[in-house]
C-alpha cells in the first residue's frame, strides 16, 4: 500500500523518517498545505493552532525544496520563542535523517552564540531563528541570505505580539525579493493581515477551523467561584482529575509564583515558569515538565509561549488573559497531536460576560460545570486509586522475595479485609482532608440572578441588603445578636461572601442571617439569637488561609479592642489533598496584597521586548 505521505509527494527517504515518528496519516493542515507549498511557487498563509501538525506541514515541503548538495542558507524559519525553536529544529533534524548532508541549525538567545555561528559557518541549508538573535547574527555579517528561496513566519501573531515586528522587517529585508513567504498564525489580527499584505503576493490561504477558533478537540469548561476561593477551587478541581496533567495560567509573574508555592507546599507536584526565572531555571522546569515529572505547570502567558509539550489534558486559566485571543493560545497548549483536552476557567460572577465573549469569538460553547463536593473528590480519588492497583505492573523478580513476610503479615486477614485497608489508606486522607469542605460554588443569588431565593435574588446584594435593613429584626430588637469575626474586605470578601461562609460553616440558613456590616480586617454579622450557639459551633476549628476563624459576640470583641484584626498566622493546619504526612502549613494566600505588575517582557532571542500595546482588549 502506498503511503499516503508518498501520494502527497513526500520522497521515499522522508517517509521512512517520519514512520519512525508514528506519522501513519497525514493531518488535516498536512494534507491540504503539502501538495500546495511542494509547488514551491506560492506564498501561503495558514492559519492553524499549534498543535495541528504544522510544523511537518511546511518542513516536509521544505525539505524536498532544498537542494542539500549546496551548503549555502535556502530556507529561514523565525519564531517566537527559544522553546519553539528547539523544538521546530529537532522537528526538521528528525524528519531529515535520512537525507545526507542535511544541515538545519537553531540560532535563539540565552546560548552561546560562538556555537551557532560555527554551525552556520560549517554550512547550513535551513536556518530556523528567533527574531532576536538573527538580527544580532546578521549584524555581525556572519550569514548570507541572498540564496533564501523560502521564509516560514511561525506563529506569527505570537511574534507580533511580542513586539518583533521591526526586527522581521530587518531580517526580511536582507533575504532576495523574489524568495516565497509561508505564514503559519493561530489568529489572524489585523497586524497578522497587514504582514500578509506587505510580504506576499496572492498568497494561498488555508484555514483549518474557523479564524480564532480553539482546536475542535477542545473542551471548554467555567466555573464561578468567590475570588478568595479560587484557590480552593483550583486544588479541588485538580484533586477531582488525579491524572491530570495541566499548564495553570496566570495573570502575572507574582501570582504565578504564589500559585505555584502554594502548590507546592499543599504537596501538588508543581512549578512556576514565568519571566523572572533565569534561562537555565526555565529550562528545568520544562525539562521536568516534559519528562512528566511535573504535574501541574503554573505560568505566565508570555513564559507558556512556545510550550509544546504533548498530552497536555488540562489547561486551567486561573485568571482569564488581559486580551482576548491568548486564550486561543492558551488553550491550545492541550488536545495536541490530535488528542482532546479541558480548557478550563475559574472565574468569578462578574466575569461570566468574558465567557460569552469567548465564546462568540471561538464560535463555541462553554459548559457551566460545577466545582465537585468534598465528597464527590473523595470517590473520584479512592476509585482512580483502585484502578491504579489493579493495573500496576508487577516487578515479579524484585518483590517476590517480599511476599513471603508480607503474606505473613497479613496471615490474619481476609482479602476483603485486605483491600478495604489498601483503599482506606489513600480515602481517610481524602475523607478526613474534605471532612465538611463547604461548597465553592457560588450561589444563583450571589451572582444576582433569578434563582433560588426567588425574585429577590434578582436584585442581588444590594437589593438584599436593603431589605435585610428595612424588614429584618436588629440586635436592637433583641431577636437577634451581633457577632464579630475577624474577617474582612481584606480577606477580598463581599456581603454576599461572608454570608455564605457563615452560612455553610454554621449550617444555618441565610434567613438567619440579619445585617453584615464588612469593615476591613474584621465584620460584624447578626444572627437570630436561636442559632448563635450553631454559629459558634461551626466554627470552633475553622481556618481561612492559615488563620483561625475567631468568633466572638460583638460586645466581647470590641470590648477586648479586637478592632486591629485576626492573629494572622502562617502555616496552619496540615491542609492539602496531596500532601504527604510530613508536608508544610499552608500559607496565607489571598489576604497578601498583590502586584499587578503584569508580565509585558519576557526574554526571548535574548531581546526584551515590549508587547504590542494594539492587542484586543476585553
Ligand atoms: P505541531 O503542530 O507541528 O507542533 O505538531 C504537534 C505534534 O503532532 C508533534 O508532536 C508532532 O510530532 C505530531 N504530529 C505531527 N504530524 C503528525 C502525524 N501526521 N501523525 C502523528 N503525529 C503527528
Same mark, same amino acid.
Given at each position: ?276 526565572l533565569s534561562q537555565q531555571q526555565r529550562d528545568k522546569v520544562m525539562k521536568r515538565f516534559r519528562d512528566r515529572s511535573m504535574q501541574l505547570l503554573v505560568a505566565t502567558d508570555v513564559a507558556a509561549r512556545g510550550i509544546d509539550v504533548n498530552n497536555v489534558t488540562h489547561v486551567i486559566n486561573y485568571a482569564l488573559p488581559d486580551e482576548i485571543e491568548s486564550y486561543t493560545h492558551r488553550s491550545g ?113 450571589? =451572582?444576582? +440572578? /433569578?434563582?433560588?431565593?426567588? *425574585?429577590?435574588?434578582?436584585? !442581588?446584594?444590594? #437589593?438584599? %441588603? &436593603? @431589605?435585610? $435593613? ?79 476563624? =475567631?468568633? +466572638? /459576640?460583638?460586645?466581647?470583641? *470590641?470590648?477586648?479592642?479586637? !478592632?486591629?484584626? #485576626?492573629? %494572622? &498566622? @502562617?502555616? $496552619? ?46
Open positions: 500500500m502506498i503511503n499516503p505521505f508518498q501520494l502527497l509527494g513526500i520522497s521515499d527517504d522522508v517517509v521512512n523518517a517520519i514512520k519512525e515518528l508514528g506519522f501513519e496519516q497525514p493531518t488535516p493542515i498536512q494534507e491540504q498545505a503539502i501538495p500546495v507549498l511542494l509547488q514551491g511557487n506560492n506564498d501561503f498563509v495558514g492559519l492553524a493552532q499549534t498543535g495541528t501538525g504544522k510544523t511537518a506541514a511546511f518542513g516536509l515541503p521544505l525539505l524536498e525544496l532544498i537542494d542539500f548538495k549546496s551548503n549555502k542558507p535556502q530556507a529561514l524559519i523565525l519564531c517566537p520563542t527559544r522553546e519553539l525553536c528547539l523544538q521546530i529544529a529537532n522537528d526538521l533534524k528528525n524528519f531529515s535523517k535520512n537525507l545526507s548532508n542535511a544541515n538545519i541549525v537553531a540560532v535563539y538567545g540565552g546560548a552561546s552564540i560562538v556555537q551557532q555561528l560555527r554551525e552556520i559557518r560549517n554550512g547550513v541549508q535551513i536556518v530556523v531563528a528567533t527574531p532576536g538573535r538573527m538580527l544580532d547574527i546578521i549584524g555581525r555579517k556572519a550569514i548570507d541570505f541572498s540564496n533564501v528561496k523560502h521564509v516560514v513566519l511561525d506563529e506569527a501573531d505570537e511574534m507580533l505580539n511580542m513586539g518583533f515586528q521591526e526586527d522581521i522587517n530587518e531580517i526580511l529585508s536582507t533575504t532576495p525579493e523574489d524568495k516565497k513567504t509561508w505564514l503559519f498564525s493561530a489568529t489572524m489580527p489585523a497586524e497578522v493581515r497587514r504582514i500578509a499584505k506587505n510580504y506576499m503576493d496572492s498568497p494561498v490561504e488555508l484555514t483549518m477551523g474557523t479564524k480564532n477558533s480553539g482546536n475542535a478537540n477542545i473542551e471548554h469548561e467555567y466555573y464561578v467561584v468567590r475570588a478568595r476561593e479560587k484557590y480552593d477551587a483550583l486544588k479541588r478541581i485538580v484533586d477531582f482529575n488525579p491524572d491530570i496533567f495541566g499548564v495553570v495560567f496566570c495573570k502575572t509573574k507574582l501570582d504565578t509564583q504564589e500559585v505555584a508555592e502554594n502548590l507546592i507546599k499543599d504537596g501538588y507536584n508543581a512549578d512556576a515558569l514565568h519571566g523572572d497548549r492541550t488536545a495536541r497531536a490530535g488528542k482532546s483536552g479541558i480548557s478550563i476557567c475559574i472565574i468569578n460572577a462578574k466575569e461570566t460576560g468574558k465567557i460569552r465573549q469567548l465564546e462568540r469569538i471561538i464560535g463555541k460553547p462553554f459548559t457551566k460545570a460545577e466545582v465537585p463536593g468534598g465528597f464527590e473528590v473523595c470517590e473520584k480519588q479512592l476509585f482512580s486509586l483502585i484502578h491504579k492497583v489493579h493495573n500496576v505492573e508487577v516487578n515479579e523478580s524484585q518483590i517476590e522475595q517480599y511476599i513471603p513476610r508480607i503474606m505473613d503479615e497479613f496471615k490474619d486477614l481476609e482479602k476483603e479485609e485486605v483491600i478495604k485497608r489498601f483503599a482506606s489508606l489513600e480515602f481517610n486522607r481524602f475523607l478526613e482532608y474534605y471532612r465538611d469542605a463547604p461548597d465553592l460554588n457560588v450561589t444563583p443569588y450571589e =451572582r444576582g +440572578e /433569578r434563582g433560588e431565593r426567588g *425574585e429577590r435574588s434578582e436584585r !442581588g446584594e444590594r #437589593g438584599e %441588603r &436593603r @431589605e435585610r $435593613g428595612e424588614r429584618r429584626g436588629s440586635a436592637r430588637d433583641g431577636s437577634y445578636t451581633r457577632l464579630f469575626i475577624n474577617l474582612g474586605a481584606v480577606d477580598e470578601f463581599t456581603r454576599g461572601d461572608m454570608l455564605s461562609f457563615v452560612c455553610n460553616h454554621a449550617k444555618i440558613s441565610g434567613k438567619s442571617v440579619g445585617k453584615i456590616d464588612l469593615k476591613g480586617v474584621f465584620s460584624f454579622f447578626e444572627v437570630e439569637n436561636e442559632v448563635v450557639d450553631k454559629v459558634f459551633g461551626g466554627f470552633k476549628s475553622v481556618e481561612f488561609n492559615g488563620r483561625d476563624v =475567631r468568633i +466572638e /459576640r460583638s460586645g466581647e470583641a *470590641e470590648s477586648q479592642g479586637f !478592632g486591629g484584626g #485576626g492573629g %494572622r &498566622r @502562617e502555616g $496552619g493546619r496540615s491542609f492539602g489533598a496531596r500532601r504527604d504526612s510530613n508536608g508544610g502549613g499552608f500559607r496565607d494566600f489571598s489576604g497578601k496584597s498583590r502586584s499587578d505588575r503584569s508580565e509585558r517582557s519576557d526574554r526571548s532571542g535574548g531581546f526584551n521586548k515590549k508587547e504590542s500595546s494594539r492587542r484586543k482588549k476585553w
